[in-house]
């Protein structure tokens, strides 16, 4: 990632923080409440995005559930975007065509198993 796109200690321990939360509450954040919660300068999604796809690929090594999966768009369907996808799939944990469905039943499955891990402080 971009230095200059990365986010701070601050906003890194901020989006866990955020996670773990609604991880607890068995829901989703929308890319906008995380930028807004974070106050993220622009180019917001694009940071976003990135430390996303950083904290899945981090996951993964560990062979954790994927934490960013937690954060999907405020649109409907509410799913991850397309970016994001494109990086899981490049882990190997989506396979498949990236359709609308296939997204559903993939996002369905990563966040119950979000929801029922627990992830260690590191």
Known sequence: MSDALALSAQQQAGLLKLLAAAQQQRTVLTYRQVIEQLQLPVPSVRRLALALEQLARADHQHGWPLRSALVVSQARPAHP???????????????GGIDEDAVAAWLAAELAQVYSFNYPEV
Not at 83 to 94: A, D, H, K, N
């Open 81 to 95: 975007q397309l970016g994001f996808i494109q990086c899981v799939q490049q882990l190997g944990r989506f396979v």
